[in-house]
């Protein structure tokens, strides 16, 4: 039997309606009558439920500009190019103190709220707020430290796997599985961020194997513009689908190009439901199924991966000290050693003076 869970009063999974997730991401240009006003609209445009992103600079990575830390080449999206990450993230990231209040308006709507946190931190915030689920981002789906972390809450869990080998993917599961998740959604991701999507990249074929070869709830996450391919996934078997919205297009912002406004969301979600009660069919062209792929598929998705989280030496450290909670941070980008190896790091000492912001390798410890 295909699984099901719940989230709040909503089933979600085999024989329930499609889960709609509204993305906010920065799309609130960090105005908060902005960030309400997409609540309004989410709920408005008939989505299930509204996400956030709970991270702050600080939380997600350095603030440095060493050559790691740069957004450069030509693969990278032109509104990032020539920032540090942390200059980045610093126009993109949600106010903390509006979360709630984004809660407390979604709950009058309501309309779901949840998030997706970036480190345990935000896990700790983020419980106080009560969210009933929890998203992990495709950048942080080897992230062992977060996935342990969000897992022990007990909540359902919502995965994204951009970027993610099938090893990645078995990798993420089980840590999410023994660390106390029983409710997991992994979604399909591609993460081109194209505003001119080529079908042969989107492979909607893996949402259903996804689906079989885990044993989780399948879904679609879309980081491509337009509603064609979401409404695609769902009439290839996504039970949840989660998609950018922002109010005006023309705003402009990081997610902007690949986000759509209200009445377009409107739109996708009544082509949704008119395909669940079989009063529309969706023609899938089968370049756009493709066959089960994990992992990037082209230079850009390729070049995004570095931004998964890493180790990195987050203070200046001395030949001899002991790598521990307050020089070892778990950050993006992926320069450093995967963060399965943290438990392993905590306790060693360093081989050598080790300069803040380098990413640690295995010759830096004793």
């Known amino acids: ?22 993305e906010i991401s ?44 740069r957004v450069g080449g030509e693969e990278s999206p032109d509104l990032w190019k020539g920032k540090t990450l942390y200059q980045l993230y610093q126009e993109a990231y949600t106010p903390w103190e509006w979360q709630p209040e984004l809660k407390k308006l979604a709950d009058g709507l309501s309309i779901i709220l949840f ?9 700790d915030f983020l419980e106080k707020m009560h969210v009933p689920c929890y998203k992990i981002a495709s950048y942080e789906a080897t992230d062992f430290v ?15 796997l951009g970027h993610a080998s099938e090893d990645d993917a078995s990798f993420a599961l089980k840590a999410l599985r023994d660390n106390g998740a029983k409710d997991i959604a992994a979604l399909h991701c591609v993460t081109g ?26 879904g679609f996450s879309d980081n491509n513009a337009g509603i064609e391919i979401p409404v695609m996934a769902a009439a290839s078997g996504a039970f949840i689908i989660e998609k950018h919205m922002i109010l005006n297009r023309e705003s402009g912002g990081p997610d902007a190009k690949f986000s759509v406004e209200p009445q377009e969301f409107k739109e996708m979600v009544a082509r949704i439901r008119a395909l669940e009660n079989g009063s529309r069919r969706e023609h899938v062209p089968e370049a ?58 905590m306790g060693k000492r360093a081989t050598r003076d080790i300069a803040a912001a380098t990413p640690l390798d295995w010759s830096m410890i004793g």
Not at 2 to 22: L, M, N
Not at 146 to 156: E, H, I, S
Not at 300 to 316: D, H, I, M, P, T
Request: with cysteine.
């Open 1 to 22: 039997m295909e699984p099901q869970f719940t989230i709040g009063d909503r089933k979600i999974g085999a024989g329930a309606p499609c889960f709609v997730v509204a």
């Open 26 to 69: 920065g799309n609130h240009h960090q105005k908060f009558n902005e960030a309400a006003d997409l609540v309004r609209a989410a709920a408005a445009s008939g989505a299930d439920a509204v996400k956030l992103q709970t991270y702050t600079p600080d939380t997600i990575t350095l603030n440095s500009d060493r050559e790691w830390f």
């Open 115 to 123: 998030s997706t946190p970036f480190d345990e931190s935000a896990v």
């Open 146 to 160: 977060l996935l342990r972390r969000v897992a022990q809450t007990g909540k359902p869990v919502i995965i994204s």
């Open 193 to 218: 961020y194209s505003d001119q999507p080529r079908l042969e990249d989107i492979n909607l074929r893996t949402i259903r194997d996804i689906s079989g070869r885990f044993n989780v709830v399948g």
């Open 288 to 345: 756009a199924l493709g066959k089960a792929h994990y992992g990037p598929n082209n230079a850009a998705e390729e070049y995004n991966k570095r931004w998964r989280r890493s180790l990195f030496v987050g203070k200046e450290m001395k030949k001899g000290d002991r790598f521990t909670q307050e020089n070892v941070r778990d950050v993006r980008p992926a320069f450093g050693l995967e963060t399965k190896f943290y438990d392993e790091v």
